[in-house]
Nanobody, 115 residues
Framework: QVQLVESGGGLVQAGGSLRLSCVDS????????MNWYRQAPGKQREWVAG???????NYAASVKGRFAISRDNAKNTVYLQMNSLKPEDTAVYYC?????????WGQGTQVTVSS
């Protein structure tokens, strides 16, 4: 069954902002590492940002300083705040849960940045 559901994607102009959300209906959210990945047309899926169960964060070089990942364990939700968006950020964004090496994925949300 679907356990990760993303939302918040859309069309935005370059320089704009979006906040993505991912709700986890599973029972292990609070003890899991959570990540955001993205996949642009014709390209491989790439890791964007991650947050550990303890709240430590890490970012791909291409988004560092512009994106921020956060989590709310009370709501089983992970967020990706995206600022200063660029056309090259256009992609389908996927939520990922990693627990002891087992990965779960959401179905993705489209982000399109116009120039």
């Amino acid at each position: 069954q679907v356990q990760l559901v993303e939302s918040g994607g859309g069309l935005v102009q370059a320089g704009g902002s979006l906040r993505l959300s991912c709700v986890d209906s599973g029972r292990i959210f609070s003890v899991s590492g959570m990540n955001w990945y993205r996949q642009a047309p014709g390209k491989q899926r790439e890791w964007v940002a991650g947050i550990t169960s303890g709240g430590s964060t890490n970012y791909a070089a291409s988004v560092k300083g512009r994106f921020a990942i956060s989590r709310d364990n009370a709501k089983n939700t992970v967020y990706l705040q995206m600022n200063s968006l660029k056309p090259e950020d256009t992609a389908v964004y996927y939520c990922n849960r990693n627990y002891l090496g087992a990965n779960s994925w959401g179905q993705g949300t489209q982000v399109t940045v116009s120039s």
